[in-house]
């Protein structure tokens, strides 16, 4: 789909490099250029696993070693986002600019460039001087304190839901600014905060909380009724219940040969209630492996909660190749077509320098 197209990639760590890998897994060219110590990301002693978030992150590109503050570096720089169509870099907001290659600078050498700083906060005043991680941008949108457990505390998620999705809403922007590039010449800057790309999953808390006071969303849809709930298993896992609809909840009732349960569909999950309390009794009865078998026979919107060692065997995710295995080592898919049209493992520091140099 980006065949043509050359990215020019400033970034580091998880968020940017996942943009620029989605925008490789569509065909673009994607040179990262690294300082001479390299992406942080890559395995620095002692701390292997971080190796591991740059080999997810970093397949499909080129590498190239460049110090900024050289001035022939600089300007090797300038010459290739001179001949790119996109720009991204993941620095605090204004070093860009004080290393020479930010906006103004692109756009003097490539008067069409997409440009796309990608940073926690944001340009604006505000707060653009701080440092942040995953974990701070969820609390400042409010996401973090929807996911709470039974006392109230909120929890602390196993998975970088801000720094994912800071990264897909960089790419969004820039296929968005493509399109627009295509339609009129003209050049794009995009400035991405990660924070503020948490706020569409609060767009039904603040209007909800605007007319009712309500601070938890829907309240059909945070646990509060038997129809929406996370079950025990006889083995000590887990299954989601999600039969808001009628039909699915009839569904469930007449397979389990509950009956009785019918007018309890929106019931509460509380101890008085005997619907929930025989729910959690009927789930309790019954293996994790004998729910999913369930769940593949009886249309009521029942799902395993499954480990990631599971996730990769799951029918579906190898009928979608979701999750596809290079050279031994299990890879995410980040397309969902043609996903085998190419690949490359993530590069060696500078590994495509001579490369590049002869483009000079």
């Given at each position: 789909?980006?065949?043509?197209?050359?990215?020019?990639?400033?970034?580091?760590?998880?968020?940017?490099?996942?943009?620029?890998?989605?925008?490789?897994?569509?065909?673009?060219?994607?040179?990262?250029?690294?300082?001479?110590?390299?992406?942080?990301?890559?395995?620095?002693?002692?701390?292997?696993?971080?190796?591991?978030?740059?080999?997810?992150?970093?397949?499909?590109?080129?590498?190239?070693?460049?110090?900024?503050?050289?001035?022939?570096?600089?300007?090797?720089a300038l010459q290739l986002i001179a001949a790119a169509d996109v720009v991204v870099e993941s620095?605090?907001?204004?070093?860009?600019?004080?290393?020479?290659?930010?906006?103004?600078?692109?756009?003097?050498?490539?008067?069409?460039?997409?440009?796309?700083?990608?940073?926690?906060?944001?340009?604006?005043?505000?707060?653009?001087?701080?440092?942040?991680?995953?974990?701070?941008?969820?609390?400042?949108?409010?996401?973090?304190?929807?996911?709470?457990?039974?006392?109230?505390?909120?929890?602390?998620?196993?998975?970088?839901?801000?720094?994912?999705?800071?990264?897909?809403?960089?790419?969004?922007?820039?296929?968005?600014?493509?399109?627009?590039?295509?339609?009129?010449?003209?050049?794009?800057?995009?400035?991405?905060?990660?924070?503020?790309?948490?706020?569409?999953?609060?767009?039904?808390?603040?209007?909800?909380?605007?007319y009712t006071g309500e601070q938890n969303g829907a309240d059909k849809l945070g646990g509060k009724?038997?129809?929406?709930?996370?079950?025990?298993?006889?083995?000590?896992?887990?299954?989601?219940?999600?039969?808001?609809?009628?039909?699915?909840?009839?569904?469930?009732?007449?397979?389990?040969?509950?009956?009785?349960?019918?007018?309890?569909?929106?019931?509460?999950?509380?101890?008085?209630?005997?619907?929930?309390?025989?729910?959690?009794?009927?789930?309790?009865n019954r293996t994790l492996a004998e729910w999913t078998q369930f769940s593949m026979e009886v249309?009521?919107?029942?799902?395993?909660?499954?480990?990631?060692?599971?996730?990769?065997?799951?029918?579906?995710?190898?009928?979608?190749?979701?999750?596809?295995?290079?050279?031994?080592?299990?890879?995410?898919?980040?397309?969902?077509?043609?996903?085998?049209?190419?690949?490359?493992?993530?590069?060696?520091?500078?590994?495509?320098?001579?490369?590049?140099?002869?483009?000079?």
């Amino acid at each position: 789909m980006l065949s043509g197209i050359k990215v020019i990639d400033f970034s580091q760590y998880l968020p940017a490099p996942h943009t620029t890998l989605r925008l490789a897994e569509l065909g673009a060219e994607v040179i990262k250029v690294e300082s001479p110590v390299g992406d942080p990301s890559r395995a620095p002693s002692g701390e292997e696993e971080m190796g591991y978030i740059f080999q997810a992150q970093n397949r499909n590109k080129k590498s190239i070693v460049l110090n900024l503050k050289d001035e022939a570096d600089k300007e090797w720089a300038l010459q290739l986002i001179a001949a790119a169509d996109v720009v991204v870099e993941s620095y605090r907001p204004g070093v860009a600019d004080r290393l020479g290659i930010g906006y103004k600078e692109a756009l003097s050498v490539n008067e069409k460039v997409i440009y796309c700083s990608l940073s926690g906060y944001g340009r604006t005043e505000t707060m653009r001087h701080l440092g942040g991680h995953d974990l701070n941008y969820l609390s400042i949108s409010g996401v973090l304190s929807q996911l709470k457990d039974q006392t109230g505390r909120p929890i602390q998620p196993g998975t970088q839901l801000a720094d994912f999705i800071g990264g897909i809403t960089a790419s969004e922007a820039i296929l968005g600014a493509l399109v627009k590039r295509e339609r009129t010449g003209e050049p794009s800057y995009l400035d991405i905060s990660i924070t503020d790309s948490l706020f569409p999953f609060m767009s039904n808390h603040f209007l909800i909380e605007g007319y009712t006071g309500e601070q938890n969303g829907a309240d059909k849809l945070g646990g509060k009724y038997v129809c929406y709930y996370i079950y025990e298993t006889k083995d000590g896992r887990y299954v989601t219940l999600g039969a808001l609809e009628p039909k699915f909840w009839k569904n469930l009732c007449h397979a389990l040969n509950k009956e009785s349960w019918l007018t309890g569909h929106f019931s509460k999950t509380t101890d008085d209630n005997p619907v929930f309390k025989e729910l959690k009794e009927v789930f309790a009865n019954r293996t994790l492996a004998e729910w999913t078998q369930f769940s593949m026979e009886v249309d009521c919107c029942l799902a395993p909660i499954l480990e990631t060692s599971e996730v990769v065997n799951h029918p579906l995710v190898k009928s979608r190749n979701l999750v596809f295995t290079k050279q031994g080592v299990n890879y995410t898919a980040t397309r969902f077509s043609e996903q085998e049209s190419k690949f490359s493992p993530p590069p060696k520091l500078s590994q495509h320098a001579d490369e590049l140099k002869q483009l000079k």
